[in-house]
């Protein structure tokens, strides 16, 4: 690696000139998670890189699911798996399915590892790569028959709002990727962020929401949300004294119906992670959408 202030820069990949939707945290593994890093490597994905972050991808390099898995059988991927609780949940309740997670944070992954050794799962792969850039180059199109994203960052702040995984570049390399007749499916406990989420993919080309029109009115999780407030109370972002809520659009309580819907209901082969249960605890809402690519 050149040290050299006059040596170029790495050239940008197709994504760089955006603002990324996460924060680089620490890559350092220790302990269990280290030794299985090193010890399951057969698990993980060698991503060529094509600048020295290690969560960009190689434009120019392709996933073969049918080399890596060592047969052919339909695929999901699920971005930003946070620790593996639910691909490798999936993945033992689907052994003729293969599953790959595509994740920035190396400890994750390495959870993830430990996930399926404890399981002796052999149908999952892991991927370190920031999943814009996966999507847009590494995966063949049509090679996903599921994409999955639970829980994006909400990046709740308005500055920071840019930064969110799921805007109308992200639906068209979903789109890219997904076989015709694929699945879609999105998780948020943000009520604002599933309200981008319905916006992005009521207006994305490729996409037809599952349960159009579904869970309006009383029944919509948004309009409970709404009436209830509860977003103003635990939102998970201060809310201050005489300011708006960060956590939706709306400035109080009982302020709006949703009309609209087209919320689904829970997906069942979704296992409750650690990070859903905290949101349930704290009384929020979880708003599920299915998508299937036309
Ligand atoms: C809030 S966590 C949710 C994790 C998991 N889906 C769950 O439900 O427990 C969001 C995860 O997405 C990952 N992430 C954010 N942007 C990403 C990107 N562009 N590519 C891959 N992973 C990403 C983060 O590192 C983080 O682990």
Do not use: C
Not at 36 to 46: K, P, R
Not at 144 to 154: A, K
Not at 164 to 179: G, H, P, Q
């Amino acid at each position: 690696m050149s040290t050299n202030p006059a040596a170029p820069s790495p050239t940008p990949g197709p994504h760089l000139s955006q603002p990324v939707s996460f924060v680089r945290r620490g890559s350092r593994l220790q302990g269990r998670r280290r030794q299985a890093w090193a010890e399951l490597d057969g698990f993980v994905v060698e991503v060529p890189r094509n600048t020295m972050a290690d969560t960009s991808v190689d434009p120019d390099y392709r996933f073969d699911a049918t080399a890596e898995f060592g047969r052919e059988a339909p695929l999901v991927v699920e971005v930003g798996s946070g620790l593996g609780e639910a691909i490798t949940h999936a993945a033992e309740l689907q052994p003729h399915t293969n599953f790959l997670a595509l994740e920035v944070y190396k400890p994750g992954l390495a959870q993830t590892l430990l996930r399926i050794e404890q399981k002796q799962l052999t149908n999952v792969r892991v991927a370190q790569a920031n999943a814009a850039e996966a999507l847009a180059t590494m995966l063949p199109p049509g090679s996903v028959n599921e994409l999955w994203v639970f829980f994006p960052d909400p990046w709740h702040k308005t500055r920071h709002r840019k930064r969110r995984l799921v805007k109308d570049d992200f639906a068209e390399v979903a789109a890219r990727v997904l076989a015709d007749g694929g699945l879609w499916r999105l998780a948020t406990d943000w009520s604002d962020y599933a309200v981008q989420m319905r916006d992005v993919l009521a207006g994305a080309e490729h996409f037809t929401n599952v349960h159009d029109g579904e869970r309006t009115g009383a029944e919509s999780p948004l309009t409970q949300v709404w009436e209830s407030g509860v977003e103003l109370v635990v939102g998970g972002a201060p809310v201050r004294e005489g300011k708006d809520p960060v956590s939706t659009g709306n400035t109080g309580v009982n302020e709006g119906i949703d009309t609209r819907g087209g919320w689904a209901p829970r997906f069942d082969g979704r296992i409750l992670t650690s990070f859903e249960n905290k949101a349930h605890e704290a009384g929020r809402m979880i708003f599920d959408l299915t998508y299937r690519k036309i």
